[in-house]
């Protein structure tokens, strides 16, 4: 049984768990070592059984717990070097594994390949996540802009935790000073909800039966407005999963991610097969 677990997400923190046969993958520890515990207590997520934390980047709402968590958890810590740089004068006592486009790392049950993305931190990373089932995982979130190689990394996952950071109007008409919305709606930024339903619906494909809408601004968006934005888009574009909303303060309840079907596990399964994609960056 494979469960995704979302302890919350937002701008005051983010934190996921993936569940795999007893074994679990963290990723991102914004949260107070005593808030993820607490969370993770709601959502039935076995701590005991963390094999990897994976980093995305640096900032405070995606490591603020991580040296506390790691004084009671022994896991290596996956992230890229620039991020590790940043992060390890708090970690002395952890283990670095190496993420980054041409790294793949396999920890337990979990392959994790990652890619650069957009943003305004040192090196920061969306993953893949696969797990032998045929699940693959993504995560993206505090992008500025999709590149090439993110919807590379993308292409065939069977779940998405995706960015819906703003509504576009709704940053417009905020009290945010124009540099700070700027730099919101920037490369180096966050992506919209409109931005987020038109990634979605081009990565689409008949395998992808989960999406999770994260990082939502409290003053720049609603939970209604991201899925209202990016629900039509996507349904247009053929995805007939679940779609849902991560939340700030509560935690989902862990969501089933289903083993695809053979037949439809990607619509590129040829694409294992063929030569390497050459990405023009
Ligand atoms: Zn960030
Ligand atoms: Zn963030």
Not at 73 to 84: F, K, L, M, Y
Not at 187 to 204: F, I, K, P
Not at 210 to 221: P, W
Not at 228 to 252: K, Y
């Amino acid at each position: 049984m494979t469960r995704l677990h979302v302890l919350g997400s937002g701008s005051k923190g983010n934190a996921f768990a993936l569940e795999h046969q007893g074994e679990v993958l963290l990723i991102d520890v914004g949260f107070s070592a005593k808030e993820i515990r607490r969370r993770a207590q709601v959502t039935g997520l076995p701590l005991d059984a963390v094999v990897g934390i994976a980093l995305t980047h640096e900032h405070g709402d995606h490591t603020g717990g991580v040296r506390v968590l790691t004084k009671h958890i022994e896991a290596p810590i996956i992230t890229s070097p620039g991020t590790w740089h940043k992060v390890k004068d708090r970690l002395p006592h952890c283990h670095h594994r190496p993420a980054g486009l041409a790294s793949m790392v396999e920890v337990g049950p979990f392959v994790i390949e990652s890619c650069l993305i957009s943003h305004d931190a040192l090196e920061p990373l969306a993953f893949a996540i696969r797990l032998p089932d045929g699940i693959m995982l993504g995560l993206a979130y505090d992008v500025g802009r999709p590149t090439a190689a993110m919807r590379y990394l993308l292409r065939d996952a069977t779940a998405l935790v995706i960015e819906a950071n703003h509504d576009d109007v709704l940053l417009r008409m905020s009290d945010y000073p124009a540099t700070v919305r700027q730099r919101i709606a920037g490369s180096a930024g966050h992506l919209s909800n409109r931005a987020t339903a038109e990634l979605v619906a081009e990565l689409w494909h008949p395998a992808l039966a989960t999406v999770v809408l994260a990082h939502l601004s409290e003053s720049c968006n609603t939970p209604g407005q991201a899925r209202g934005t990016v629900e039509p888009v996507i349904r247009a574009a053929g995805f007939s999963g679940t779609l849902h909303v991560a939340l700030q303060d509560i935690p989902l309840d862990p969501i089933p991610l289903a083993t695809p079907h053979p037949a439809r596990k990607t619509r590129r399964s040829d694409a294992r097969t063929s030569p390497p994609l050459v990405l023009d960056l």
